[in-house]
């Protein structure tokens, strides 16, 4: 990296949970860590077994993948999310989202002139990207505020990582025309759009709102929650082809391409629904057993309608609640990842197993 790009990045913020990680880690009975959001249950048979199909693959895949890919993520976003309107050339795979994150100001052409808009309290590695790119980076949560930056791409996430906020169609329809007001890229990041608990969450190329229109609108999806496929670093975008296309040509000459095993797992894991709902029923029980004992431990929990997050706090400074936790042999994410306006929050994550979680929302009774 060179010296200049290495200046413009912040500190990898996961370093900075080392010791509250030893504190954790010294607990009689074990960490119980709630700091990261990887998947821990097995990745479905149905998908490992299309994966060792395909590993005879001695031949560079293509960037812009399968057609059978191509026509699999066309039809998961049409049944599941309503999308219309798409076509092969505005669908692209990427070797996982957080890569296509931190890389899409590049791809779009951004550049130290421009402006991106990123939510208050965001996943960090939106404001890396346009840090990357050197553009001027601008947390914002309104609409309107938003559309007289005259920004070049505006970021939403719902349901959000790391709050669980989810968009109501009419908060989304407002970004959508924002972002035409003003010509910008509206790139919506539905990672977690499989897991929604107490509202539905609604997709950027659904037509009631966008309006039958794909123009300016990009859907980023991952299968690394939805299937358990972290590992596999398997995800994609779609949405406006005059968008698309450019960004396609980008990655072949940059040659980001994902793998041929992991398409045809891809594939297999999008025309497959009744994985999802087993996960979703996983998820769901180990966030009814963690919530109330969080509640029991002094903790109030906001937002958190969906992804898989409890967004929490104490009304202190949320390294102050990190030790907390620490002390009970819980690790947690500190708010303060997440941008300026989240310091006095923790977001507990639902990703361990059955006896992790149970041990920790006993732990947690028992501090109440």
């Known amino acids: 990296m060179s010296p200049a790009l290495a200046g413009r990045l912040p500190d990898f913020p996961w370093d900075s949970l080392a010791e509250a990680k030893r504190t954790a880690a010294a607990h009689p009975d074990g960490l119980v860590d709630l700091s990261v959001g990887t998947p821990v249950d097995p990745t479905p048979g149905l998908i490992r077994a299309a994966l060792e199909a395909s590993s005879d693959a001695p031949g560079y895949p293509a960037t812009w993948g399968t057609p059978a890919l191509r026509t699999a993520i066309i039809g998961y976003l049409e049944r599941r999310w309503a999308a219309h309107g798409l076509t092969e050339t505005g669908v692209l795979p990427v070797i996982g989202t957080k890569e296509l994150v931190a890389l899409l100001p590049l791809l779009l052409g951004v550049g130290p002139n421009d402006t991106v808009v990123i939510p208050s309290v965001a996943y960090p590695t939106y404001q890396v990207g346009a840090q990357v790119v050197g ?76 309006g039958g229109s794909l123009d300016g609108l990009l859907a980023v999806h991952s299968l690394s929650k939805r299937s358990n496929l972290a590992g596999y670093r398997a995800g994609f975008v779609a949405g406006d082809p005059t968008v698309v296309g450019p960004m396609l040509e980008a990655r072949k000459n940059l040659g980001l391409m994902l793998p041929t095993p992991v398409q045809a797992a891809m594939v297999a894991a999008l025309d497959d629904a009744e994985h999802v709902a087993e996960q979703r029923e996983r998820y769901l029980r180990r966030r009814a057993l963690l919530a109330p004992a969080l509640v029991a431990a002094g903790y109030r929990i906001e937002h958190s309608e969906g992804s898989l997050y409890l967004w929490c706090t104490r009304d202190e400074d949320c390294r102050a609640s990190v030790a907390h936790l620490a002390g009970l042999g819980i690790l947690v994410a500190p708010g303060d990842f997440y941008g300026q306006d989240s310091r006095r929050f923790v977001r507990v994550a639902l990703t361990a197993t059955d006896e992790r979680i149970a041990a920790a929302a006993a732990r947690l009774h028992a501090a109440g």
């Open 135 to 210: 553009a001027q980076v601008v947390p914002c949560d309104d609409p309107a505020r938003a559309a007289e930056l005259r920004p070049a791409l505006i970021w939403i996430n719902s349901p959000a990582n790391p709050h669980g906020a989810i968009l109501s169609a009419d908060q989304t329809r407002a970004w959508v025309d924002a972002a035409r007001s003003v010509g910008a890229v509206l790139a919506a990041d539905e990672c977690y759009g499989e897991f929604g608990w107490t509202a539905e969450p609604v997709s950027v190329l659904d037509p009631a709102v966008n």
